[in-house]
């Protein structure tokens, strides 16, 4: 008989050990940050080579020493068509101060009559080849991201931003 209670008291204790441990181990899942898509922050930028709507080649690296707004978009993204305005107001405030660069990721379609149309003159970069966004890990329109003079990438948005979202992560860098 004191057999059977010391072995169901055992068997109670490791159950008990089981379920604490499987608990703590889920906290500790629920805590960690959720994977964003695309690079991460402090990364080096990959650098690319695409031609503007002009058929200018531009790199990014021609921008180094520059803080630069990196900002993938689609001419068929309603987020993407919402930020256009503050974009351009940024670009029209901000110009010479920062570099802007939108990598547009349909360029089968007509995005110069989408510019023209949106009253937009900053930089459009065509990403016939989807070789800047593959290098970005682009999965989700609009992402931007924000690169210091140094090539690093200092923060990323993951929806349409404000003018007051890009002059916070300009003035951060």
Do not use: H
């Amino acid at each position: 008989m004191v057999k059977k209670m010391i072995a169901a008291s055992v068997l109670l204790i490791m159950i008990t050990a089981i379920i604490v441990v499987q608990a703590v181990e889920k906290d500790d899942v629920e805590s960690q940050p959720v994977n964003q898509t695309g690079l991460g922050i402090g990364l080096k930028a990959p650098d690319f080579e695409l031609n503007n709507l002009q058929g200018e080649t531009i790199k990014l690296s021609d921008f180094k020493g520059k803080k630069v707004m990196l900002n993938f978009w689609a001419t068929w993204c309603p987020p993407c068509k919402a930020e256009m305005p503050d974009i351009q107001k940024f670009y029209t405030q901000k110009g010479d101060e920062v570099a802007i660069l939108a990598v547009n990721i349909d360029p089968q379609s007509d995005v110069a009559g989408f510019a023209e149309e949106m009253r937009v003159n900053f930089p459009i970069l065509l990403d016939v080849d989807e070789k800047a966004s593959n290098a970005y890990q682009i999965l989700t329109i609009p992402t931007t991201y924000f690169i210091d003079e140094e090539g690093i990438i200092r923060n990323k948005y993951l929806s349409a931003m404000s003018m007051e979202i890009m002059n916070q992560y300009m003035d951060e860098m």
